[in-house]
């Protein structure tokens, strides 16, 4: 047995030495597998070897269970103006950061962030620093980000700043320097959250031999110092969110899943006496702490950007009176203008009485005449770059001209714009990134990389997130990496010298209070989440016509009149529902029920429905558990799988009972892992109201006055009720113990009088805004169609009652939107000032 681990060890040692031996980075960059004299470092000879031990076979493994998990994660962002997002780039390997290294990082951004939030104070606050020519007032003014509204206002808890990130890089010197600053809505954390759930996983022996320093306690001071610096003992934090649209939309989903918070829209707020308040199920509820991920400028359409939907108005009114904490204040991202960057050495004398601990790219303003002249003087050493956006003014798209690249056409432009209006612009001294390993094609590549490194700001000071975000360039030549050109990111391990305490979210030296009632639901959330179960409901629903309708095609239909009438009638509900085109009415059958599953391009089939629950799901992801978004993925992945290429009849079948198979497991897991609280009624009130709907269509289209006992009996197949009419009928299908069955029975879970019941329970359940004791309008319908359910006879029952019904199912969810969805300013939810609380 030793000799076979000396063996191992043997093989390892080679493939380590095979794998630094084909390692080629640039010599005039550094690099953080090899240092100056071409040696590896101790840190990756420890990883790369554990890393070897696992053999070919077990590498691929691992990398491949980590796409997996990205994958049932529902980890993945959007490039600007993309439809369709894309799955997260986690690179294989870690950056490897030693602690001593790190604990000079963390001091210099810890450092530079309060420098920032002092500088934020007097630029909003006595100017002392403009009145001195210390800080240029056109270096603030020049800034989009810079919100005169917020001038004088004294920031609610006394930070402008609670979370700061840094863009750090290490310069050819070996030394770490800031390369931009991060304060109008950092994103990232929870990329770099999410990075370390699944590389962990994937590596979690190396993870743990390593001592990697872990995340949550970070996140756990970050959370409990936005919570203690609001009014109210129990506040409610929410982060707002531009929406599903955003560019970072599942990362925020994420934060606000693991740090539980309020995940809201701007129509989600309303402002009101002074205060912001989240539209919920039940009325008006105080928003005590905003965490925005939305730019200044869009926050408040009455005192800024007038056509933005993605605030709220109000919201500045509520923060000159001090009644909502906002994290960071509107305004803070003045400080991410490249002029004042610029200006950060003098100012931290300045204001800090030091110098910067953590050194900053060379960059100079050409607002002031000195500066300008030298850059002027000396530009082929510099790459000129807006000081104040992303696009270089008078260059149309482009971010940047170098210097010593530019035609003397281009340079005499240049040269020009600078001396008329040198305020936009600041050069900066081109910079190589130093490189990191990464995994390409099966071997290790030195790329260049950018680590954003995240700030919290607590009672006793700055917090720094011991790791960051880490975006790989794709390119082996690189001077900015940006993660809509194609970058990687990459897991951030700081390394401690001794083992590493397990940690948790959870403070450990608080007691309070037990709570088993959530918090009232969002209106947005609500609503999203009905749909998603009506669009559940109704794949499953148009699976089972296609199960049905598959099952029946071997039939010789010349011989069976019934049941040719009865493959004739499937086949016509599928198209009536949209599954399958109207051009196809007269192909084969078989045909119709393959694009009932799988076409894309039809509006019911089950592969467009289950899209349209992914969706409804995506929107509410922070209250999903990654089980359910899992699940949801498997089936709309199986099925576009599917549709990607030519199946038999066979296969059609198979796949339907397989996604068949995936909802009921589906279903059981909402039921039995969600609490019993507003989230998971609204879920199950649109299963109820869709299948109830379902099973009154299916009723009259197979138990009409001329039903045979063939479509009847494809009626008990598509409401999976065969076993229990065979238990309780020696006889044959006969129409009235059918529809019974359908519609009436209050045993049978996939009966119109069932579904009914449970509607009528969820409704009776769900906050009330009237105090009058009076019935709201959904529940007074659902009441009376229980009513009636209940007491009716099946004998009784015909197309045109059936009908009734079915419509008066459509009513219903229409009150139930109007009463709990309504965003508007005539909403219902808006109505009642004494449920505002």
């Known amino acids: 047995m030793f000799a076979e681990r000396d063996i191992e060890s043997d093989d390892a040692a080679q493939r380590v030495a095979a794998w630094i031996a084909d390692y080629a980075p640039s010599h005039d960059a550094p690099d953080e597998l090899l240092d100056g004299d071409g040696r590896p470092r101790e840190r990756w000879l420890q990883f790369l070897h554990s890393l070897a031990a696992l053999g070919d076979a077990g590498l691929e493994q691992r990398f491949a269970a980590a796409a997996r998990r990205i994958d049932d994660m529902g980890i993945s962002y959007r490039v ?20 001593s290294e790190w ?22 606050g006595d100017a002392r620093l403009v009145a001195e020519g210390v800080l240029p007032a056109a270096a ?39 390369l931009g600053d991060r304060a109008q809505a950092p994103s990232g954390a929870g990329y770099a959250l999410e990075n370390r759930l699944v590389l962990s996983r994937a590596l979690p022996s190396l993870y743990r031999d390593m001592n990697v320093e872990r995340l949550a306690p970070f996140f756990r001071d970050f959370r409990t110092s936005i919570s203690r610096v609001a009014q109210r003992v129990d506040p409610r934090i929410c982060l707002l969110t531009p929406g599903p649209w955003s560019e970072t939309y ?37 928003a005590d702490v905003i965490w925005r991920r939305v730019d200044a400028d869009w926050c408040d359409p009455l005192e800024q950007n007038a056509a933005s939907r993605l605030g709220v108005a109000g919201m500045f009114d509520a923060i000159r009176k001090g009644a909502v904490v906002v994290a960071n204040m509107p305004g803070a991202g003045v400080i991410e203008s490249r002029a004042l960057m610029s200006l950060t050495p003098e100012l931290s004398k300045r204001v800090l009485g030091e110098s910067l601990k953590l050194s900053t790219i060379e960059t100079i303003w050409c607002g002031r005449e000195s500066e300008r002249r030298q850059v002027i003087d000396t530009l082929n050493e510099f790459a000129v770059v807006s000081a104040f956006a992303d696009r270089l003014p008078g260059l149309g798209e482009g971010r940047e001209a170098l210097g010593g690249a530019l035609t003397d056409g281009e340079r005499a432009r240049l040269i020009d714009a600078i001396n008329q209006r040198g305020v936009d612009y600041v050069a900066q001294a081109p910079t190589k990134l130093s490189t990191t390993p990464a995994w390409i094609e099966g071997r290790l590549s030195p790329r260049p990389f950018v680590l954003r490194v995240f700030a919290a700001a607590t009672p006793e000071g700055w917090t720094v997130m011991p790791g960051g975000f880490c975006r790989i360039s794709n390119q082996p030549d690189a001077r900015a990496v940006s993660m809509d050109a194609g970058a990687q990111s990459s897991d951030v391990w700081v390394l401690s010298s001794s083992p590493i305490k397990w940690s948790t979210l959870l403070p450990s030296d608080e007691d309070p209070p037990i709570v088993r009632a959530l918090g009232n639901l969002p209106s947005r959330a609500a609503d999203n989440l009905f749909w998603m179960g ?13 199960r049905t309708l598959a099952a029946r095609l071997g039939q010789p239909q010349h011989i069976d009149p019934q049941g040719r ?5 499937l086949a016509r509900l599928l198209i009536a529902w949209g599954a399958a085109p109207e051009e196809v009415a007269d192909i084969n059958p078989t045909q119709i029920a393959l694009a009932a599953t799988i076409d894309a391009d039809a509006y019911g089939s089950a592969l467009s429905v289950l899209r349209s629950a992914k969706r409804a799901a995506s929107i509410v992801r922070e209250r999903l558990s990654y089980d359910v978004w899992q699940l949801v993925g498997r089936i709309e992945t199986r099925l576009t799988r599917a549709g990607a290429g030519a199946i038999t009849e066979p296969e059609t079948l198979e796949i339907v009972e397989r996604s068949l198979h995936t909802l009921a497991a589906l279903s059981g897991l909402i039921d039995e892992n969600f609490n019993r609280v507003a989230g998971w009624s609204f879920i199950d009130l649109g299963r109820r109201i869709e299948r109830a709907i379902g099973t009154c269509r299916f009723a009259r289209q197979f138990a009409g006055d001329e039903a045979t006992v063939e479509s009847l009996d494809a009626l ?30 209050p ?16 409704l009776a359940a769900l906050p009330s805004l009237r105090s009058d004791g009076v019935m709201e309008p959904p529940r007074r319908l659902s009441v009376k169609l229980r009513a009636e359910l209940e007491s009716e006879d099946a004998r009784r029952l015909d197309a045109s009652m059936i009908l009734a019904w079915e419509q008066r199912l459509m009513s219903l969810a229409d009150a139930i939107a109007e009463r709990y969805f309504t965003h508007g300013a005539d909403g219902a939810a808006n109505s009642q000032p004494s449920r505002i609380a």
């Open 80 to 99: 600007h103006g993309e439809a369709k997002e894309r799955s997260w780039p986690l690179g294989r390997l870690p950056l490897l950061i030693p602690e």
């Open 747 to 762: 045993f049978n879970p996939r009966s119109v009088a069932f579904q009914a019941m449970r509607i009528d329970e969820h």
């Open 534 to 546: 009506r669009y559940l409901e109704r794949a499953e629903a148009t699976l089972r016509i296609v």
């Open 140 to 178: 603030v003014t020049g800034s989009p980000n810079f919100i005169r509204p917020m001038c004088g206002v004294t920031p609610p808890g006394g930070r402008w700043l609670r979370f700061y990130a840094a863009d750090v890089g290490r310069g050819p010197d070996g030394n770490w320097r800031v």
């Open 250 to 286: 599942s990362e925020q989903a994420h934060l606000a899943r693991y740090l539980g918070l309020a995940l809201v829209e701007g129509e989600d707020l309303a402002a009101s006496d002074g205060k912001l308040h989240v539209r919920t199920i039940a009325g008006l509820k105080r």
């Open 103 to 124: 604990r000079d990082i963390a001091a210099g951004v810890a450092q530079r962030a309060e420098l920032l939030e002092r500088i934020l104070h007097d630029i909003y």
């Open 565 to 569: 009438q009865s493959i004739e009638r």
């Open 716 to 745: 008990l197949d598509l409401l999976d009720s065969q076993i229990t009419y065979r238990s309780r009928y020696i006889a044959g299908a006969a129409l009235a113990p059918v529809l019974d069955i359908a519609m009436l029975d």
